[in-house]
């Protein structure tokens, strides 16, 4: 059985606003109310995500934005950086790597929550996960391990003071398995409250809001918990 995470810094890398919402923003309030610093980056501008045939891309970039620090807000979380590549062309290059690099060098977390790049479809749910979530999910990988741990690996930032830094633990959302689970039970209203923020993207609350209990019944009740977020935990040995 794993140990309890009780992380200082906590930082969660997506592509796109929302995505840390839908899948880990219960175990991220969870974290902040223990006393954690919660961080999130959002690596896409969010500039596809809409229906909206009236809406521009660069309405909807800053729509998506302040969506996304009142979703921070919510959930007790300290910030929130953009990096701004374009919605729907990610691409796993050594220019995102380091960009993620400068960010873990800088903030030093305890916890790095993704998503799992292993995941590329479910035929049980009936989607497919986003390219830029897989993306997303192995350039993150990649920069926890080995780039961030390198001081060899971008000598620039070092020589900048981007000192190297070892992640002892990073949870990939994974939600057809997992290996861990966090109870969110107490902490199940404040993802709810993070969701709402997201009105471009989250037109019926109430819809969203029934089967986001029923998910996260499902995960939490084999655990013992009435609401529960389950991960892939991956405890480094650096």
Do not use: C
């Not at 380091?98 to 873990?104: C, G």
């Not at 990939?172 to 966090?182: A, C, E, Q, R, Y």
Request: charged share 25%; proline share 5%; hydrophobic share 40%.
């Amino acid at each position: 059985m794993s140990k309890p995470l009780k992380p200082k810094v906590v930082l969660g890398v997506a592509a796109h606003p929302d995505d840390l919402d839908f899948g880990a923003s219960g175990t991220m309030a969870g974290f902040a109310k223990a006393g954690a610093d919660v961080h999130y980056l959002i690596i896409t501008d969010g500039s596809k995500g809409s229906e909206d045939l009236n809406l521009s891309s660069s309405d909807l970039i800053k729509i998506r934005e302040e969506e996304q620090r009142n979703a921070v807000k919510a959930i007790g979380g300290k910030s929130v950086t953009f990096l701004g590549y374009p919605d729907g062309e990610l691409e796993v290059t050594l220019a995102l790597k380091k960009d993620i690099v400068k960010v873990i060098r800088t903030l030093k977390p305890d916890v790095v929550i993704t998503m799992d790049p292993a995941m590329l479809y479910s035929a049980e749910r009936g989607f497919i996960n986003h390219p830029d979530h897989r993306a997303a999910g192995q350039a993150t990988l990649d920069s926890v391990f080995p780039l961030a741990r390198d001081h060899m690996a971008f000598p620039d930032l070092f020589a900048n003071g981007y000192l190297p830094h070892k992640t002892p633990t990073i949870l990939l959302t994974n939600f057809d398995s997992n290996n861990f689970v966090v109870d969110i039970t107490d902490t199940f209203t404040d993802k709810i409250a993070a969701l709402k923020a997201h009105k471009s993207q989250v037109g019926d609350i109430e819809n969203a809001k029934k089967w986001l209990t029923e998910m996260a019944g499902m995960i939490g009740e084999p655990a013992g918990y009435k609401y529960g977020e389950g991960f892939v935990r991956i405890d480094l040995r650096q």
